[in-house]
């Protein structure tokens, strides 16, 4: 089974239908056949404080159903976590936070480079470790 990482971006989107990109999402969501959506609780936890309060719980209703994956990582994990944030931040550029920092431990933990997100400025930049970049899907 291949996973696809689905950022807070996409997840925002998919659950406000005020947003530009809603019908989009929701259209190749339904098209992605046998691959698995895969997230992280930063992600989540972005996505919720941007949605409303009944867009927020048919969100947390979609996870607990199974829609998507969400992995935890542990406190050790930070330690790969960190420098990368601190390496884009260096660089200049916006600030890596953290939610799209787990993306990245993530996108190594699955072995995947596919991305689901509206970040593209930021997920065209970020290379994973080996140096690959990543996926946009769209």
């Not at 941007?50 to 050790?76: D, I, Q, S």
């Not at 994990?77 to 200049?92: A, S």
């Amino acid at each position: 089974m291949s996973f696809i990482l689905i950022d807070a971006s996409v997840m925002v989107a998919l659950f406000n239908d005020a947003e530009r990109t809603h019908a989009h999402y929701a259209s190749l969501i339904g098209r992605l056949g046998r691959d698995r959506l895969a997230t992280t609780w930063p992600c989540v936890t972005e996505a919720s404080y941007l949605l409303a309060p009944r867009n927020h719980f048919a969100l947390l209703h979609w996870l607990h159903h199974g829609a998507a994956t969400v992995v935890n990582f542990e406190t050790e994990d930070l330690m790969q976590i960190v420098p990368w944030m601190r390496r884009y931040t260096e660089l200049g550029k916006a600030l890596m936070d953290l939610a799209d920092a787990s993306l990245v431990w993530l996108a190594m933990h699955l072995e995947t480079r596919r991305v689901l997100t509206e970040d593209h400025r930021d997920f065209i930049r970020y290379r994973l470790p080996d140096g690959k970049a990543f996926e946009l899907v769209s």
